[in-house]
């Protein structure tokens, strides 16, 4: 069975970039720090990591955050996303205008202007048709940024928010919630490591 999920880096005070976020700085000021642990040699983080990627059938992103992983100073195939781990699955990106170019053009991409819930249809088709096709359930996974996260939840479109919870305060930067939807969630996992607090929650 498909599951929606959401899966992003936050600090302690609830940032998912640092301040001053851009194409040539898609982390902001200090932010690579929410992210040492997609790059840490622990054994645990190489583990969450090698299955969360591993069961990705297609990723749900917004627009911003293709812009910075689209961007000359983004993904390459050492940083790409599951780099090294697994396969490239297909991405989808919630958009209002999509793009005249595409510099990853060996990625599957999609770009959907209705909105969120068409994004997550369109991304679940695809996952579906990855779970026929290697024999074994995918998922989609919503990566954000965190407007695209917090749209997801408050629209009521996911079974699963996962959380690496990095132990640095930014002060400021792009918020994960902003308010919003009321949501009841419970702890499914919470797994420390050296470099993050890895925890996974269901919906109700």
Same mark, same amino acid.
């Not at 898609?26 to 642990?37: D, Q, R, V, Y």
């Not at 958009?95 to 819930?117: E, I, K, N, Q, Y």
């Given at each position: 069975?498909?599951?929606i999920?959401a899966?992003?880096?936050?600090?302690?005070?609830?940032f998912?970039?640092?301040?001053?976020?851009?194409?040539?700085?898609?982390?902001?000021?200090?932010g690579?720090?929410?992210h040492?642990?997609?790059?840490?040699?622990?054994?645990?983080?190489?583990?969450?990591?090698?299955?969360?990627?591993?069961?990705?059938?297609?990723v749900v992103?917004?627009?911003?955050l293709f812009?910075?992983?689209?961007?000359?100073?983004g993904? $390459?195939?050492? &940083?790409?996303?599951? #780099?090294?781990? +697994?396969?490239?699955?297909?991405?989808?990106?919630? =958009? /209002?205008?999509p !793009?005249?170019?595409?510099?990853?053009?060996?990625?599957?991409?999609?770009?959907?202007?209705?909105?969120?819930?068409?994004?997550?249809?369109a991304?679940?088709?695809?996952a579906?048709?990855?779970?026929?096709?290697?024999?074994?359930?995918?998922?989609?996974?919503?990566?954000g940024?965190?407007?695209?996260?917090?749209?997801?939840?408050?629209?009521?479109?996911? $079974?699963?928010l &996962?959380?690496?919870l #990095?132990p640095? +305060?930014?002060?400021?930067?792009?918020?994960?919630? =902003? /308010?919003?939807? !009321?949501?009841?969630?419970?702890?499914?996992?919470?797994i420390?490591?050296?470099?993050?607090?890895?925890?996974?929650?269901?919906?109700?």
């Amino acid at each position: 069975m498909t599951r929606i999920i959401a899966d992003i880096s936050v600090s302690l005070d609830g940032f998912v970039t640092g301040p001053d976020p851009g194409p040539d700085n898609g982390l902001g000021t200090g932010g690579e720090a929410l992210h040492t642990w997609a790059f840490s040699d622990d054994p645990e983080d190489r583990r969450i990591l090698r299955e969360a990627t591993a069961r990705s059938g297609a990723v749900v992103l917004g627009r911003h955050l293709f812009d910075v992983v689209d961007g000359p100073y983004g993904w $390459d195939d050492e &940083t790409g996303y599951g #780099a090294g781990e +697994v396969g490239k699955p297909a991405f989808v990106v919630v =958009t /209002g205008s999509p !793009p005249d170019t595409v510099r990853l053009t060996g990625l599957d991409w999609t770009f959907v202007t209705p909105g969120m819930a068409d994004a997550v249809a369109a991304a679940r088709e695809r996952a579906e048709a990855a779970s026929a096709a290697g024999g074994k359930d995918l998922d989609v996974v919503v990566m954000g940024g965190g407007t695209t996260v917090g749209s997801a939840l408050d629209a009521g479109l996911l $079974d699963a928010l &996962t959380l690496h919870l #990095a132990p640095v +305060v930014l002060g400021t930067g792009t918020p994960l919630f =902003t /308010g919003g939807t !009321p949501h009841t969630l419970v702890q499914r996992d919470a797994i420390p490591t050296s470099t993050a607090t890895h925890l996974t929650y269901d919906l109700l």
